[in-house]
């Protein structure tokens, strides 16, 4: 198929995710993953800085886990998991399970990010429900982002995803993300809203918020958050979809915190960005309420997706690579070599702020912008022409690059950073 084929035929019949398509360009046509690189129709290759989204943590096309599926697809490729079972759900989930928090013990199958969210947040209400109460409020942080599905739009709270269907939310209190400044004024607020309201969950995502520029919090004033809401019998849910599996420098964000969360959420680099999946993981307590001779006090909740055996293999073969002594090693590599290279940008002019946490390096722009007006679009477009592919969130500017990048490759991703930084003050002066 020709290029121009392609985008007629994109064009006609294909409606892309958070595009206005009236306004938009033409879609980059990508012909092919390989390495931390993604290629175009020409072979022009572009370096993946943000891994697909924070999924393809091992690079694109990677031999091991494309092994895993080539293994698995001819001994079973998928069988409905309710009533069934298999042994590559068996396999990761020992896998799993060895690399989680100690307190979390069953794990539910999904397929994506905002369905995992949607299973904790309903797992949750029914927990409370099965043991003779009825909690219907949710507390989440401000500027938390939890996905796309009502319960998980619910939980966030950016306008820009959710201003239509506001109306049909769940029951959410929002409160402040907590700061040194702040932390007494937050846990005070969480005592009254747990007075006042019958709250069944706190979810927030540990250590950094994605969609919100990559916002970072303190461990410790997130750990006292835990601990209140622990006291206060409110079920906790660590969204770790973006955090989990590596990113923040520990497998998962959680084991930051003195007190672990009660539920996790788990998806995009789970399976290396190969196959759709997700994961809902909770503790032996939060199962058990649900565990009766009364068939309805179970959780009704399916997926004909759910455990699909070779997503289960890729994942697999995803926590090998994760704890495996080379990947270790670059994530301590990439991790040092942000810390080192903030220095670098915080002084810039062009830059307002700057901020890592493991492999994310986040940078603010010294300009006032919106999240995705004709500016941010220029910015994509100039690392783009650079062969480097990122997506800003407003006015910032990050990246996650694969656990995979080597020394080289970061050098000449934190060059062009700088580059960019020296041509925007240029141009203002």
Same mark, same amino acid.
């Given at each position: *198929? ?5 985008? &007629? ?12 398509? =009236? ?7 990508? &012909? ?46 998928? @069988? ?13 989930? =020992? =896998? ?9 013990? =069953? ?5 994506? %990010? ?35 599905? #009502? ?13 239509? #269907? ?97 539920? *996790? ?50 994942? /697999?073969? %995803? ?9 270790? &090693? ?28 493991? @492999? ?12 995705? %007006?004709?500016?941010?679009?220029? $910015?994509?477009?100039? #690392? *783009?022409?650079? %062969? ?10 990050? $990246? ?14 934190? &060059? ?7 041509? *925007?003050? /240029?141009?203002?002066?």
């Amino acid at each position: *198929m020709t290029l121009k084929e392609l985008q &007629k035929l994109d064009a006609q019949h294909i409606w892309h995710p958070l595009t206005q398509h =009236k306004t938009a360009n033409s879609p980059l046509a990508i &012909k092919k993953g390989q390495g931390n690189y993604l290629y175009d129709m020409s072979n022009k290759p572009y370096f993946d800085a943000i891994s697909s989204w924070y999924t393809c943590s091992y690079g694109h096309a990677n031999p091991v886990l494309t092994e895993s599926i080539k293994k698995q697809v001819d001994q079973l490729h998928h @069988v409905v998991f309710a009533g069934m079972t298999h042994e590559p759900a068996a396999h990761l989930s =020992k =896998k799993l399970i060895g690399i989680l928090p100690d307190n979390q013990q =069953k794990l539910f199958f999904s397929e994506n %990010g905002s369905t995992s969210v949607e299973i904790a947040l309903k797992m949750a209400f029914q927990y409370h429900f099965n043991r003779g109460e009825k909690r219907n409020v949710v507390i989440a942080l401000e500027n938390g982002f939890h996905g796309d599905t #009502f319960g998980a739009m619910s939980a966030s709270s950016l306008s820009v995803y959710n201003g239509p #269907f506001e109306d049909f939310f769940i029951d959410v209190q929002r409160i402040p993300v907590p700061t040194d400044e702040n932390i007494n004024e937050v846990l005070n607020l969480i005592e009254e809203l747990t007075t006042q309201y019958q709250v069944a969950s706190f979810i927030y995502e540990p250590l950094v918020q994605g969609a919100a520029a990559m916002q970072m919090l303190e461990p410790a004033h997130l750990d006292c958050l835990l601990k209140l809401f622990k006291e206060k019998a409110v079920l906790t849910i660590a969204d770790e979809v973006m955090t989990g599996f590596g990113k923040t420098g520990y497998n998962f964000a959680s084991e930051a915190m003195i007190n672990k969360p009660d539920m *996790m959420c788990l998806s995009k680099a789970l399976t290396g960005g190969i196959m759709p999946m997700a994961i809902t993981t909770c503790t032996q307590e939060v199962y058990d309420a649900f565990y009766d001779n009364e068939l309805t006090r179970g959780f009704f909740h399916g997926h004909t997706y759910s455990g699909n055996p070779l997503g289960c293999a890729v994942a /697999a073969a %995803g926590i090998d690579l994760l704890t495996s002594s080379a990947i270790q &090693k670059n994530i301590e590599f990439i991790t040092q070599s942000h810390q080192e290279h903030i220095q670098v940008y915080d002084t810039h002019r062009a830059v307002a702020a700057v901020r890592s946490c493991g @492999v994310i390096l986040a940078i603010d722009l010294a300009i006032e912008m919106e999240r995705y %007006g004709s500016k941010r679009n220029e $910015i994509f477009q100039w #690392f *783009m022409d650079h %062969g480097i592919f990122l997506r800003p969130l407003g006015k910032t500017i990050y $990246i996650v690059p694969p656990f995979t990048t080597t020394p080289q490759e970061l050098e000449l991703l934190y &060059k062009a950073l700088l580059v960019f930084l020296d041509e *925007m003050t /240029a141009n203002k002066a």
